[in-house]
């Protein structure tokens, strides 16, 4: 019997129907391996993952290969992006086995969940040098029936391995000028000056990295890695990772030019990715910056927030391509005949010239990805324009992609930073009011009466995980960020009321943090990673929440525990700086101060708004801003800064120093 039917999950329920006897994590599946004495079948995805539905249309749905499953296994289906634990566990023993991971992910378990064999896609038959899937079965049966004892001993020697990895970092110092110098060579030397962004292909957007290399700039004044994020960010933009008619970003470019992309679209690459060319704007003035800000927040808004205010998990990279198939990039693609089928021919070849349309096509089957190419030259601003929107609107006729409904906590706080920020910075207080409405949505759904946050949600079901350390770090980012930008320090008290958990139920020896609480459910490790990889590790979203939050606050605690966890960075910064991308940007916040940016005085006097816009617009890494009347109890900084004069004021304070209250602009501008 499949027992998925009824999950919260959008991926355990694409899942439900098929033949294969799944059941859900829990201790009732172990239980019935150890009933039935025979191994766990472990597979684990995400809804948008193109591999993990190829692999179930092969093997899933397949009545031969799910008979020899359901006879011989118990078979456990995971969505990684509900239970981040148990996947980064099995993963980190998938990579130390083979060299390599991904998903699918496909381990076999004893009925005590220790591993003994690995692997990721298989597929029906042996092909490039895989095995067959059915041909895997075979073998672990064989294995399980004849060399249990083998199998006994590889378990307990992986799981031996893998409890005894520790994380010696932290606890040696936070990182310096030195550590941070080093980063940013580190990064030059794999930089692709050619075509933007870092090493080769896959090729993916670096949002964490850029994030760092602006701060360094604001901070150290480099022009190098001011250069490096503009023409990496240019780059996507212009490429076919970017999504011209509609806005936003797919996953990741399968080239080096950024042309082609893997196309699913994941909520936290576009969040991330909306702050950063926000503040890519910020610091340049760009107007493409601004532009794909703008574009992508709409997206997010448009085609990926849920009834109940949240945002949804991502847009599949699948659909059907009009003739029953369900094909990677069906929805995004064209061929000039189709432009010209949509557009007439005078208008086709503009829009083939503007987009990179060819005749031989840049994806698959004589099809293009829409690009705006370098050497693009000008064109009527008004007639691109049109060509745009009657190109989107014949797309709209297209089967959409598939949408995973799950609202995770933690993608939502990315999300409301974006939206919160966007919105403040271009006067779009649509988007803040979406922020908000995400953020509420979280607090109702996500957050019981003691601040504890459940993972996952839909259709405005809390789901059955408990919240990891990323989307306490995550959603304590949004909100400190709503809170600067809505003036409501209600926002803030949320956020702290979070990071005290963070403190209490996260935190290990040595300034390092664990994924999960030390009351969640225990795996055969307690998962801790510090490198950041698709988004914020846990342990680094932490470090900067807890950063600003102690800036807010002047809480010696919280600032402690974020120096504490950017050990990490000292140690990984210099050797790894794509993989710790977040931990740097938080350490340019650290060694900036961060600032502390008070602004007293009415809502409605225009000084007042002026010195709150400038202070929004501070390029100064990591700086936090509260405003309101003077001695407001909304925020902590607000406590003892009078008027000057009988009018509005800014107060800045740097490391533990605080500057003379000034009530102009242009003054307030030059201090940030």
């Known amino acids: 019997m499949n027992r998925l039917a009824g999950m919260t999950s959008p991926y355990l329920l694409q899942h439900a129907d098929n033949p294969?006897?799944?059941?859900?994590?829990?201790?009732?599946?172990?239980?019935?391996?150890?009933?039935?004495?025979?191994?766990?079948?472990?597979?684990?995805?995400?809804?948008?993952?193109?591999?993990?539905?190829?692999?179930?249309?092969?093997?899933?749905?397949?009545?031969?290969?799910?008979?020899?499953?359901?006879?011989?296994?118990?078979?456990?289906?995971?969505?990684?992006?509900?239970?981040?634990?148990?996947?980064?566990?099995?993963?980190?023993?998938?990579?130390?086995?083979?060299?390599?991971?991904?998903?699918?992910?496909?381990?076999?378990?004893?009925?005590?969940?220790?591993?003994?064999?690995?692997?990721?896609?298989?597929?029906?038959?042996?092909?490039?040098?895989?095995?067959?899937?059915?041909?895997?079965?075979?073998?672990?049966?064989?294995?399980?029936?004849?060399?249990?004892?083998?199998?006994?001993?590889?378990?307990?020697?992986?799981?031996?391995?893998?409890?005894?990895?520790?994380?010696?970092?932290?606890?040696?110092?936070?990182?310096?000028?030195?550590?941070?110098?080093?980063?940013?060579?580190?990064l030059t030397r794999e930089y692709d000056a050619t075509r933007g962004g870092f090493g080769g292909a896959p090729?993916?957007?670096?949002?964490?990295?850029?994030?760092?290399?602006?701060?360094?700039?604001?901070?150290?004044?480099?022009?190098?890695?001011?250069?490096?994020?503009?023409?990496?960010?240019?780059?996507?933009?212009?490429?076919?990772?970017?999504?011209?008619?509609?806005?936003?970003?797919?996953?990741?470019?399968?080239?080096?030019?950024?042309?082609?992309?893997?196309?699913?679209?994941?909520?936290?690459?576009?969040?991330?990715?909306?702050?950063?060319?926000?503040?890519?704007?910020?610091?340049?003035?760009?107007?493409?910056?601004?532009?794909?800000?703008l574009e992508t927040a709409d997206f997010l808004v448009r085609e990926l927030r849920t009834p109940e205010g949240g945002f949804a998990s991502a847009l599949d990279a699948d659909s059907d391509d009009g003739t029953g198939r369900h094909v990677e990039g069906a929805y995004y693609a064209w061929t000039p005949d189709q432009l010209t089928e949509v557009l007439g021919a005078e208008d086709a070849a503009l829009a083939a010239a503007h987009y990179g349309v060819t005749e031989d096509g840049t994806f698959e089957h004589g099809s293009s990805v829409l690009q705006l190419p370098q050497e693009a030259g000008p064109a009527?601003?008004?007639?691109?324009?049109?060509?745009?929107?009657?190109?989107?609107?014949?797309?709209?006729?297209?089967?959409?992609?598939?949408?995973?409904?799950?609202?995770?906590?933690?993608?939502?706080?990315l999300a409301i930073a974006a939206l919160a920020e966007t919105g403040a910075l271009f006067d779009r207080?649509?988007?803040?009011?979406?922020?908000?409405?995400?953020?509420?949505?979280?607090?109702?759904?996500?957050?019981?009466?003691?601040?504890?946050?459940t993972r996952t949600s839909k259709d405005g079901r809390a789901g059955t995980n408990d919240g990891v350390l990323e989307d306490y770090a995550d959603v304590a980012e949004g909100f400190l960020a709503l809170a600067a930008v809505t003036g409501e320090g209600a926002w803030l008290d949320f956020a702290g009321f979070l990071l005290d958990l963070v403190l209490d139920r996260f935190t290990a020896e040595g300034g390092a943090f664990y994924d999960t609480a030390h009351d969640a459910e225990a795996l055969i490790r307690r998962p801790q990673d510090p490198?950041?990889?698709?988004?914020?590790?846990?342990?680094?979203?932490?470090?900067?929440?807890?950063?600003?939050?102690?800036?807010?606050?002047?809480?010696?605690?919280?600032?402690?525990?974020?120096?504490?966890?950017?050990?990490?960075?000292?140690?990984?910064?210099?050797?790894?700086?794509?993989?710790?991308?977040?931990?740097?940007?938080?350490?340019?916040?650290?060694?900036?101060?961060?600032?502390?940016?008070?602004?007293?005085?009415?809502?409605?006097d225009a000084v007042f708004q002026e010195l709150r816009r400038t202070a929004l617009l501070a390029t100064a890494p990591g700086a936090v801003l509260a405003s309101g009347a003077p001695d407001s109890e909304e925020f902590p900084l607000l406590k003892d800064r009078p008027l000057v004069a009988g009018g509005p004021a800014a107060y800045v304070c740097r490391h533990f120093t605080c500057d003379a209250p000034v009530t102009d602009p242009e003054a307030l501008r030059r201090k940030l």
């Open 20 to 186: 294969v006897d799944w059941w859900p994590w829990g201790p009732e599946a172990f239980e019935e391996a150890k009933r039935r004495d025979v191994p766990v079948l472990l597979s684990v995805g995400y809804s948008a993952c193109h591999w993990c539905h190829v692999m179930a249309h092969e093997s899933f749905e397949d009545d031969a290969t799910a008979a020899l499953v359901n006879e011989n296994f118990v078979a456990v289906k995971v969505d990684r992006e509900e239970r981040p634990d148990v996947d980064a566990v099995y993963m980190e023993a998938v990579q130390a086995a083979t060299g390599q991971g991904g998903w699918p992910m496909t381990v076999f378990l004893t009925p005590d969940a220790a591993p003994f064999y690995f692997g990721t896609y298989f597929p029906p038959e042996p092909r490039h040098g895989m095995p067959s899937f059915p041909e895997v079965l075979e073998g672990v049966k064989g294995a399980w029936a004849d060399r249990r004892d083998e199998v006994g001993e590889v378990a307990e020697r992986i799981v031996k391995d893998l409890a005894g990895r520790s994380l010696a970092y932290g606890g040696d110092g936070v990182p310096g000028e030195e550590e941070l110098a080093q980063a940013l060579l580190g």
């Open 203 to 293: 090729k993916f957007p670096p949002s964490m990295t850029l994030e760092f290399l602006l701060r360094h700039h604001a901070r150290t004044g480099s022009e190098g890695a001011l250069q490096m994020a503009a023409d990496t960010c240019e780059a996507m933009a212009r490429g076919g990772i970017y999504d011209q008619l509609g806005g936003g970003f797919a996953r990741y470019a399968v080239d080096r030019a950024w042309v082609v992309p893997h196309f699913e679209k994941m909520l936290y690459d576009n969040a991330l990715l909306c702050r950063v060319y926000a503040h890519l704007w910020k610091a340049t003035g760009s107007d493409l910056a601004r532009r794909v800000a």
């Open 380 to 413: 009527d601003a008004d007639r691109i324009a049109s060509v745009a929107a009657r190109l989107l609107a014949a797309r709209e006729e297209r089967e959409r992609p598939g949408r995973d409904d799950k609202v995770v906590a933690a993608w939502n706080g």
């Open 429 to 453: 207080p649509d988007l803040v009011e979406r922020a908000t409405e995400a953020a509420d949505l979280l607090v109702r759904v996500h957050m019981d009466e003691s601040a504890r946050l």
């Open 531 to 604: 490198t950041d990889n698709a988004a914020p590790s846990g342990w680094t979203a932490a470090a900067g929440a807890l950063l600003s939050y102690a800036a807010h606050t002047g809480s010696d605690a919280h600032r402690a525990a974020a120096e504490g966890g950017l050990g990490v960075v000292k140690a990984l910064g210099p050797r790894a700086p794509r993989f710790i991308g977040w931990g740097l940007a938080v350490s340019e916040a650290l060694l900036d101060g961060p600032r502390e940016v008070a602004v007293v005085g009415a809502s409605g």
